[in-house]
């Protein structure tokens, strides 16, 4: 969703990227994702990913979610993609946090026919309990999962909307944000609390 995007994502693709040697790292942007509601338009939120992405070699946007109308569900699209692209192994990268919700995704079951699960682990979620889940799933690991422990900032999005106008005049808000998206916020007066 990268609502917004923070230096959680980008440590987090970008360890999987060398621990797993992906030719390429797609950040999916989402327009209507069905578990949570963005409070950000889908144009800044996109604006605010191309910034931090800007200069970052083997990373591409898609706007394959962003496009369509409707809910936009992860198996869907990994449908989609699998006739677009017969000969790519795709690895489905997400935080531990979304990973032990997994069992609550439409047509969890099909994930292991379409990709591999890359989990990343993010502070204050065990990989361990990812496993425990994975396995309850009938699910291998190596096979249709694969986990890795990453060092990434202990940052949610929520926690950096929450803060609201505050965030360009904290001191953390460069540890949460690149630059770049930390003046676009400020510029577009983001996430300013309404009174």
């Not at 069905?34 to 591409?60: I, S």
């Not at 079951?109 to 009938?138: D, E, I, N, W």
């Not at 890795?148 to 005049?169: E, M, Q, Y």
Request: one cysteine or more; glycine letters at 8%.
């Amino acid at each position: 969703m990268f609502d917004p995007v923070h230096r959680g994502h980008i440590a987090a693709a970008e360890a999987a990227k060398a621990a797993w040697r992906l030719d390429e790292v797609w950040m999916m942007i989402t327009a209507r994702p069905p578990h949570k509601r963005p409070v950000t338009p889908l144009r800044h939120r996109l604006a605010m990913l191309r910034l931090a992405l800007k200069g970052r070699r083997g990373f591409k946007i898609s706007l394959m979610e962003a496009k369509r109308p409707g809910y936009h569900y992860a198996v869907d699209t990994l449908r989609r993609l699998g006739r677009k692209h017969l000969l790519v192994d795709w690895i489905y990268l997400m935080g531990g946090d979304a990973a032990l919700g997994f069992k609550t995704w439409k047509s969890w079951k099909a994930f292991h026919r379409l990709c591999t699960l890359g989990v990343v682990s993010r502070p204050g979620f065990s990989v361990k309990k990812v496993r425990a889940m994975f396995k309850q799933c009938g699910f291998q690991e190596g096979r249709e999962y694969v986990c890795l422990n990453a060092v990434t900032p202990d940052v949610s999005s929520t926690t950096i909307r929450k803060k609201g106008s505050d965030l360009p005049r904290s001191r953390g808000a460069f540890f949460f944000l690149d630059r770049r998206v930390a003046d676009y916020i400020k510029r577009h007066r983001l996430y300013e609390k309404k009174t």
